[in-house]
């Protein structure tokens, strides 16, 4: 019985140092972890609306929808375009694009934030191509609108990648749903006012 005791003593000294420590670790990684998500963000905002002051780029929640609003100066005067997160549910995870649109809900740029898509196949959706400096499959997104949006296997206009329909697909139907959805809200929002 004493055996026990102490055994489950020693479990209890050794979980307290344990939980202590990975406290102590998150402690000191979250404002860091926090930083970098902040930094990722910004640097997406500014690749999808190029012609927006990165300084002027402001959040709005409208009608249950996150987007951010671009202005090409530092006062905020000049709306140059929207931005927004997609999200579809790839191959193996949910892949998150920021998508900028001018004011006419033009694609201007994309960014992929997260994606964990089967390296060589899926992830082929942030791949540069060899002579080139940006990723061929999001480029093809810049100057469409949603509608008509879809890869070439729907009869669309976006060429999908080869053994990377399903990722394909994620990442064009949630730019598609998304830039639709963003589009209803700003115009019934500014037809309110």
Not at 141 to 164: P, Q
Not at 166 to 188: C, F, M, N, P, Y
Request: hydrophobic share 40%; net charge negative; charged share 20%.
């Amino acid at each position: 019985m004493n055996d026990i005791v102490k055994l489950g003593g020693i479990l209890l000294l050794f979980s307290a140092i344990a939980g202590g420590a990975l406290s102590v670790v998150n402690a000191i990684t979250k404002p860091r972890i926090e930083l970098q998500k902040k930094l990722v963000l910004e640097r997406a905002l500014t690749t999808a609306l190029p012609m927006a002051n990165k300084d002027a780029i402001v959040p709005v929640e409208q009608d249950n929808m996150l987007y951010y609003k671009g202005y090409k100066t530092p006062d905020k005067q000049d709306l140059v375009g929207y931005a927004f997160v997609a999200s579809g549910k790839g191959y193996s995870s949910t892949i998150e694009t920021m998508v900028g649109v001018d004011t006419t809900f033009t694609i201007t740029g994309l960014s992929i934030l997260q994606q964990v898509e089967t390296p060589g196949l899926g992830t082929k959706i942030e791949e540069v191509r060899y002579g080139e400096s940006t990723p061929w499959f999001q480029d093809q997104f810049v100057d469409k609108t949603w509608n008509g949006l879809a890869v070439d296997k729907d009869g669309g206009n976006i060429t999908s990648i080869t053994g990377a329909t399903i990722s394909s697909r994620a990442v064009t139907k949630s730019i598609h749903d998304g830039l639709k959805q963003l589009e209803a809200t700003v115009r019934q929002h500014h037809s309110d006012m």
